[in-house]
């Protein structure tokens, strides 16, 4: 995957080549499976590029418990949702595993509290499609949760994040009947895809494999606690939309957040994460989250609630696994804009490669020579998001 592309004949010192086969106005980019590669050499100022896109992923649930209450009075419960009568208020959990080159996996989801009831769950998968590919088609959208076959459908698609021989993403989600979870929630859960052309364990950087490739999945649980105030809200919002170094998304919310909000969880799912491999560097991206007035450094470098980065391949540690499922919780206080607002705004910002620019005395000597520098800059698929307000 991280294959090494011929530096140019004058070379800069730091030039990004955007990768996926696609325009972008006038400038046409090269896949190279899953990571754009980044050429440094001496001799000039340094330059940093990425696609900037902003999209809007509309709300696709929200619960609460008036609209709970009012679905199920309505004799039209939302998919698996439990309908019994509860106390308190609601949040979530996640977790994932990643799927490239297995087809199977599991998922250990944590972290389900001893007083929770569960209200709600979903299973999100992903998946690369061929160019021409009917998603819906066959057994693309079946899954299988502790040898429960499930029926899956179509949250969108994409472009694929930077594979070679594959154009399409396609995500996912099925409802998830109440009893198949554990007693407790918490527990390890067996995943089946089917379908996928490469189930041999190998490489998975082999930019060679054809699709269709499976990517990874998550499990969600939505839980209601007498602990949390009855007025939270749970928000799910999902695309795919495709990362390229910088994308803003706007994410409606109705109901908009309460004013005596006082603390949040939010989960983000996404494909094809990566870390680093031995002699590359990618570089980590940040994750902002908050108002188009003000935004907080959520994840990743200079954050003060999570300095680690999102998309980097976590849901296999200690192994690549190029599927995340991460979440923060985080109090009110950190981000006081979202009090009251009526949208949030999220931003994924690859961090500018730290490279000193030359001393004014050798800018106007002769080119030293090259020194190769392999870098690169993450595509990812984001899933989606859930929002937790309480």
């Not at 396609?170 to 859960?189: C, E, K, R, W």
């Not at 910088?246 to 996404?270: A, M, N, S, Y």
Request: charged share 20%; with cysteine; aromatic share 8%.
């Amino acid at each position: 995957m991280l294959k090494h592309l011929p530096a140019p004949e004058n070379p800069v010192r730091v030039f990004i080549f955007l990768a996926l086969f696609v325009a972008f106005g006038s400038t046409s980019v090269w896949a190279v499976g899953g990571a754009i590669q980044t050429i440094s050499s001496g001799g000039k100022e340094n330059t940093f590029t990425a696609v900037i896109e902003e999209r809007t992923m509309m709300p696709d649930m929200v619960l609460d418990n008036a609209a709970r209450m009012r679905l199920c009075s309505d004799g039209a419960p939302l998919d698996a949702m439990d309908c019994a009568a509860y106390d308190g208020g609601l949040d979530h959990v996640a977790a994932g595993t990643g799927l490239r080159n297995t087809g199977y996996g599991t998922i250990r989801l944590r972290g389900f509290p001893p007083a929770g009831k569960p209200v709600l769950a979903r299973l999100v998968w992903g998946r690369i499609l061929g160019t021409g590919d009917d998603p819906m088609a066959g057994k693309n959208r079946l899954a299988l949760l502790d040898g429960v076959e499930l029926e899956g459908r179509l949250l969108g698609t994409t472009n694929s994040p930077c594979w070679d021989e594959a154009k399409n993403f396609a995500a996912y989600f099925a409802p998830v009947p109440l009893q198949l979870l554990s007693p407790s929630v918490n527990g390890d859960y067996r995943i089946d895809l089917f379908g996928s052309l490469s189930t041999d364990g190998g490489d998975l950087f082999d930019t060679g494999r054809l699709p269709p490739l499976d990517e990874g999945a998550s499990l969600v649980v939505v839980f209601s606690d007498p602990s949390l105030p009855r007025e939270s809200l749970v928000y799910f919002h999902f695309g795919p939309e495709l990362l390229i170094g910088d994308l803003v998304l706007d994410q409606p919310l109705e109901p908009k957040l309460p004013t005596t909000v006082e603390r949040f969880r939010q989960t983000r799912i996404g494909a094809d994460g990566q870390r680093a491999v031995p002699s590359e560097s990618v570089l980590p991206y940040r994750t902002l989250f908050g108002t188009r007035q003000e935004l907080a450094v959520l994840r990743g470098p200079d954050s003060k609630i999570d300095p680690t980065t999102d998309w980097n391949g976590d849901d296999a540690n200690p192994l690549n696994g190029m599927w995340d499922t991460h979440s923060n919780s985080w109090n009110s206080r950190d981000t006081p804009s979202l009090v009251g607002a009526e949208s949030y705004r999220m931003r994924y910002k690859a961090v500018e490669p730290e490279i000193p620019p030359l001393p004014p005395e050798e800018r106007q000597t002769a080119v030293p020579e090259p020194v190769p520098v392999s870098v690169w800059l993450d595509c990812v698929a984001v899933i989606g998001h859930l929002l937790t307000a309480y």
